[in-house]
């Protein structure tokens, strides 16, 4: 926990004197890779991130978007890997705490948490099945105390994670434009710290998240309470519709220190601060320690004296704790003091904006050969296979994960989890749909396009309900930036998703950095995670039962791209082969034409193709609808390749269309307008689910059973293993 | 005619109830922080769902000792309907005010899923629109939902009539499949599954005409005309 000879060096000449300790504390938190992204900022700024429905204001944590009739949504992602590897339950738990307090912090309620798990191999790695349930039950246990509905996300099994694991976290807030707490403060105005008391628990997070994960550190891992969250979502809501809040920040990595000096250094003002009037949990906590104590659920606010009786009364009626820690000041400088003792006094800009570095880079080693292929052992009975890859931790249905999340409460879910991406109902008549995709597997082939493909994956899940991607939201996570070959993956993943983002004009309205995700084999896979955010103005597509006799189409062409497939890495265990590619312009013409289609009332359902490909994508519809389907694989459209390459490909772009017979004629004129690639390939009907080639049955399924299976494996596998 | 829901710390459920009453079935309703005393103009009590006091002790063990409590007591007196729903039913059963315990789901997970209800009292305040044995698809979403009884207290409620619902199917190793419950004069209804969330075609992905008409009921009941 101290910062490096360099950074000291700097700091010392910055100040013109040797730091005090609570001063080297501060500035070790604030100058962590974590809080100060002193690593990738420089870079970060290639993101598009500006827009028509984008609205910045200074000192915000999350990003807000214009929804319309004086509505606005706010967004953020964040992750807790580090702690949730230590203590997957309190670690998942904190997560959700923290970027909740995100949203609250813009003065909008949160509406929606979504959240992205990736472990170890749990059918091998009994520790990864640990931490798997415990950070689901954290995830859990937080969000549906809080009456926060978690409607979203996605979980992944993969070596690389190890005796590690990934949880990210994205939230949702929804509120009016004219509530929006728009920061500011001046000379006189009172620093308030209000909510759950200061303790020794998660000293030292952000340090501990900005290292490699030698030792286990339970201390810097934070404890949950939602309980006083929930107290505080309310007594905040509250104290905004009263007016009584000048400027806001939560409290997350760095504690007070990042809190106080970035709210000091955004708003160009300085805070005098005492750490005696800081309500604490134990009575002998230094000021060192108060600084840099990552407790939870607290935040700050800059409020005036008039105001704070009105603040305080709302704090009574919520019973939690508001201390008047400090004021504001005019001289840019941040004054710690404990009594009349002065422990530090910085310049807050010092503090607040490490020196950003320009790490080398270099392609990794490893790629050189990775996209050739070895020869595969041939699959003898496809049919027997497809119930295994069905019941493979990846491919099985999440039920069991999502179905412990309160996805009603708020009663805003119009179309429910276990779709390719949940849709709320907002107050002006319009719907939100969100989803987060991430695939290491294919960013670990090819950086850059297996970005790009996250990005496009998303994009395509919120547009089979009807929505319009509007906003993306990044989670960068890779391994030590100190090793060239991982940053040249980083900035490969940042430049995939920039291209990506101009192109489709989606403004990148909020990310996080995680860097020094290493397991003790090595760094994790490249794993950038993105959230999309789409927007509905008239009615989303509601799925419709299917009956017998309906067709099924396919848009978008099935390539020879099989690196990090499914298929390729859990049948076969292997790693390797070219993986899929976005080409922009069929990604933009396919959005497009299946917007259209879903705008013009023709279909009954739209299904994104993406793990697994078209052999589990066509599964999962027949196994949701409980129907049977026949599909001629020769039908197909793209190259011509072999049966199994056009079983298990993930190429991008493509959609799965249901619609009734009698729209087809319809539907060809639309897309042959739209000159998008498609063909008619099935129709369903019958008990069985069938992949047909030449009049035979390649895989032939019962549905009742794929189902049972489809549902049950991962539940079994969690609470049976 | 004004309905009142009753605010704990750490209710969640209450916003959505409020906007069914208001939005949806035009009622007069108003929240009540569970510090402060009800009116006697109150017409009916809603306790919403939530995790009041973070579920610490027990669910709903410490809400049911809330200052609002006595009054909620005298009016049940008084036979004013009186509704809780999920933890507002746990805390109607910590008041003592119904009967029996809830406890973990047998799966010991939180479970969040729709299933669907039978209707086994429909002379209730709460379900006088509704047919006997018709089914209702609600959603649930607790960890404490695995109502308990002993076997004679079983008997009795079976005598007096007090199932208010049962599961069409087992969903947590509730006593007898049972989802509700009322007291012996059926004025204080308890229920684990939502109808807050199952009664607008919007956010009911089966159908909402039975769950509507639960409210529906209550409206006939304090005598407001539709």
């Not at chain 1, 827009?51 to 606005?72: A, H, M, Q, R, T």
């Not at chain 1, 798997?132 to 969000?143: E, M």
């Not at chain 1, 570095?357 to 392609?363: E, I, Q, T, V, Y």
Request: charged share 25%; hydrophobic share 35%; proline share 5%.
């Amino acid at each position: 926990m101290s910062l490096e000879p360099q950074e000291l060096d700097d700091l010392t000449s910055k100040i013109g004197r040797k730091p005090t300790s609570t001063e080297l504390q501060i500035v070790a938190a604030e100058w962590s890779e974590h809080c100060s992204y002193k690593s990738s900022k420089k870079h970060l700024k290639m993101l598009p991130m500006k827009g028509p429905l984008v609205i910045s204001e200074k000192g915000y944590d999350s990003g807000v978007l214009d929804v319309g009739d004086g509505y606005v949504i706010t967004a953020h992602i964040e992750s807790h890997n580090h702690p949730s590897a230590v203590e997957p339950y309190g670690g998942a738990a904190t997560g959700v705490g923290g970027v909740i307090r995100d949203i609250l912090s813009a003065g909008t309620r949160p509406i929606a948490i979504f959240d992205g798990l990736r472990f170890g191999d749990i059918e091998k790695d009994l520790q990864a099945r640990w931490l798997f349930k415990n950070a689901v039950t954290g995830i859990a246990d937080y969000g549906n105390c809080l009456g926060i509905p978690t409607i979203g996300g996605e979980v992944e099994f993969d070596e690389c994670y190890s005796n590690y694991a990934l949880v990210d976290v994205a939230a949702i807030g929804f509120g009016k434009k004219k509530n929006l707490i728009k920061n500011h403060a001046k000379k006189g105005d009172l620093v308030v710290l209000l909510g759950g008391s200061t303790g020794r628990d998660g000293i030292g997070g952000s340090q501990f998240a900005s290292d490699s994960l030698e030792s286990e550190n339970r201390s810097a891992v934070q404890i949950p309470d939602p309980f006083i969250e929930k107290l505080i979502i309310e007594a905040i809501l509250e104290a905004r519709n009263q007016n009584l809040i000048h400027a806001m920040k939560d409290l997350g990595g760095g504690g007070l220190s990042c809190a106080v000096s970035e709210t000091a250094d955004a708003l160009s003002i300085g805070i005098e601060m005492d750490v005696n009037k800081v309500h604490t949990r134990e009575s002998d906590m230094n000021p060192d320690e108060i600084m840099v104590s990552e407790s939870q659920e607290r935040m700050l606010i800059v409020t005036n004296n008039d105001k704070l009786k009105k603040l305080d009364k709302i704090c009574k009626k919520f019973r939690i704790t508001c201390s008047v820690i400090g004021h504001v000041t005019s001289n840019n400088m941040m004054h710690v003091k404990k009594g009349k003792k002065t422990c530090a006094n910085l310049p807050t800009d010092v503090v607040a904006n490490a020196t950003l570095l320009d790490r080398p880079s270099k392609k990794p080693a490893y790629l050189k050969n990775i996209e050739k292929e070895k020869k595969l052992k041939p699959i003898l009975d496809y049919s027997k296979m497809m119930m295994k890859f069905i019941s493979s931790p990846n491919i099985a249905s999440k039920i069991w994960v999502y179905g412990q999340y309160d996805h009603e409460v708020g009663i805003r879910t119009v179309v429910k989890p276990g779709m390719d991406s949940s849709v709320l109902r907002l107050d002006n008549g319009k719907f939100l749909a969100a989803k987060i995709d991430g695939n290491p597997k294919h960013c670990y082939i090819n950086p850059r396009e297996g970005a790009i493909g996250c990005f496009e994956e998303a994009c395509r899940n919120v547009v089979c309900t009807g929505a319009k991607p509007i906003g993306m939201l990044d989670h960068l996570q890779f391994g030590n930036p100190e090793n060239p070959e991982i940053f040249w993956t980083f900035l490969e993943s940042l430049k995939g998703l920039t291209d990506f983002a101009k192109y489709f004009e989606i403004p990148c309205v909020g990310g996080k950095v995680s860097l020094y995700n290493e397991t003790p084999s090595g760094p994790i896979k490249p794993t950038p995670i993105i959230g999309i955010l789409g927007l509905i103005d008239k009615t989303p597509l509601y799925s419709q039962k299917i009956t017998t006799g309906n067709c099924l189409v396919i848009i978008g062409d099935t390539k020879n791209e099989m690196g990090g497939s499914e298929y390729f890495e859990y049948i076969h265990k292997f790693v390797g082969g070219k993986c899929p590619v976005v080409n922009f312009q069929e990604s933009k013409t396919n959005m497009n034409i299946v917007l259209d289609l879903i705008r013009k009332d023709l279909l009954k359902t739209v299904h994104d193709c993406s793990k697994g490909g078209l052999a589990v994508a066509v599964s999962e519809i027949c196994m949701t609808h409980q129907i049977g389907c026949n599909v001629s694989l020769e039908k197909v459209p793209g190259p011509k390749l072999d049966v199994d390459r056009i079983l298990f490909s993930e190429s991008h772009s493509r959609y799965l269309l249901v619609l009734e017979k009698k729209n087809t004629k319809k539907l060809e004129e639309l897309l042959k307008k739209s000159k998008a690639s498609y063909k008619m390939i099935g129709e369903f009907g019958g008990e069985n689910i069938r992949f047909n080639k030449e009049n035979k049955h390649v895989i032939d399924l019962r549905v009742d059973k794929a189902q049972k299976t489809w549902f049950n494996s991962l539940r079994e596998l969690v609470v049976h293993g | 005619m004004k309905i009142g829901v009753i605010v704990f710390p750490g209710s969640n459920c209450d916003r959505d109830m409020y906007h069914v009453l208001t939005d949806v079935f035009k009622l007069d309703a108003e929240y009540f922080w569970h510090e402060k005393g009800l009116p006697k103009n109150i017409d009916a009590v809603i306790l919403p769902g939530g995790f009041s006091y973070g579920d610490r002790l027990r669910s709903g063990a410490i809400a049911a000792h809330s200052p609002i409590i006595k009054d909620v007591k005298k009016m049940a007196e008084k036979g004013i309907p009186i509704l809780g729903v999920c933890n507002g039913f746990q805390i109607l059963v910590e008041a003592g005010l119904l009967p029996g315990a809830l406890l973990k789901n047998t799966s010991l997970n939180f479970m969040c899923k729709w299933t669907s209800l039978i209707v086994e009292n429909n002379k209730t305040p709460f379900t006088n629109k509704l047919k006997l044995h018709q089914k209702i698809p609600i959603p649930i979403a607790n960890g404490e939902g695995r109502y308990y009884v002993d076997d004679e207290t079983l008997k009795k409620l079976k005598k007096k009539n007090q199932i208010v619902f049962r599961y069409s199917e087992v969903v947590n190793g509730s006593s007898d499949r049972i989802a509700g419950v009322c007291n012996e004069d059926g004025n204080v209804v308890g229920m684990m599954p939502h109808p807050e969330r199952a009664a607008e075609s919007e956010i009911n992905p089966i159908d909402n005409k039975p769950s509507s008409l639960i409210f529906e009921s209550l409206l006939t009941t304090i005598g407001v005309k539709n």
